[in-house]
């Protein structure tokens, strides 16, 4: 199991789901972390990756 590197919350628990579009790899998912990073996923028939992470938004 993969964890955020900001927070520690679990990849596999995405906290918000911001958008889906189907593509020839399968599903791109954007999704928030509990600290408000987004995150890239790739879904197809065999698993889930994390293509990309952005950093959590700066608080003022």
Known sequence: ???CPHCGWPDAQPFQVVSR???T???????RCSCG???VRV???????VVARGRPA???
């Open 1 to 3: 199991m993969t964890y």
């Open 21 to 23: 579009h189907r593509t």
């Open 25 to 31: 790899e399968g599903q791109t998912v954007w999704s």
């Open 37 to 39: 990073s987004l995150q």
């Open 43 to 49: 879904v197809d028939g065999a698993c889930t990756r």
């Open 58 to 60: 700066a608080m003022f």
